[in-house]
């Protein structure tokens, strides 16, 4: 009878909390900032390393992609070298719509349409508000000629409801999409939901202080 359903990735029956530490860019380099990768029991690839710290003025990341680069696209940014942040800064789990709180960022390793980053957070109706502007969004990259780094910095003024000193929980699942082989993901597979319709099954970071 279920001969032919494809099997769901393990990593979607669970809900996970990950603690994150409060710093500075430098402490992005520490493996205590290093964010757990769930690709194993997902049955992934393993590509790229995922670094994460928090402070009241922004979200800082370091994605190490284990990979030469090859291209990047947009506005079909997951048929190439790309991205993809998804934070809620209101961690609403009861809510199954993509809301005000929730966001969908994307980075690339060189710049397409004159840039390195954009917002492409898609609202309904009274959820909608403006984008974060491309300019404000860091991304700074280091190729090299066998894997690439992104440093990237997400200011508070971009994360819409971001108040650390109120929440110390947010949101949060990552797609990280390459030109020629499947993503890595955190929380959930593609495959099975598409992270900005599914915002309920994003992992839980929690703001150590």
């Given at each position: ?6 099997p769901i ?36 690839e393993?590509f790229?390393k ?10 800082l990341?370091?994605i ?9 696209y ?7 070298d790309s991205?993809?942040l998804?934070?809620d800064t209101?961690?609403l ?9 929730c ?6 390793p060189?710049?397409?349409e004159g ?23 860091l991304?700074?990259v ?13 200011p508070?003024?971009c ?6 000193s109120?929440g110390?929980?947010i ?13 890595q993901?955190?929380s959930l ?12 099954l ?8």
């Amino acid at each position: 009878m279920f001969e032919d359903v494809a099997p769901i990735s393990p990593i979607e029956w669970f809900a996970f909390t990950v603690p994150i530490i409060k710093g500075k860019k430098e402490d992005l380099f520490s493996k205590k900032s290093l964010l757990f990768s769930p690709a194993k029991i997902a049955g992934e690839e393993e590509f790229a390393k995922v670094y994460v710290v928090w402070n009241e003025k922004k979200l800082l990341f370091r994605i190490v992609v284990e990979e030469a680069y090859e291209q990047a696209y947009f506005p079909d940014f997951r048929k190439g070298d790309s991205v993809e942040l998804f934070i809620d800064t209101l961690n609403l789990k009861k809510k199954r719509l993509f809301g005000a709180s929730c966001h969908h960022f994307v980075f690339f390793p060189e710049k397409i349409e004159g840039s390195l980053a954009k917002e492409v957070s898609k609202f309904r109706g009274e959820d909608a508000h403006d984008l974060a502007e491309a300019k404000d969004l860091l991304n700074l990259v280091d190729m090299e000629k066998k894997r690439y780094t992104l440093n990237l910095e997400i200011p508070n003024y971009c994360l819409h409801g971001y108040e650390p000193s109120i929440g110390k929980k947010i949101g949060f699942t990552y797609q990280i999409n390459r030109s020629q082989n499947p993503p890595q993901h955190f929380s959930l597979s593609s495959y099975d939901f598409l992270p900005e319709k599914n915002p309920h099954l994003w992992a839980t970071l929690e703001l150590k202080s």
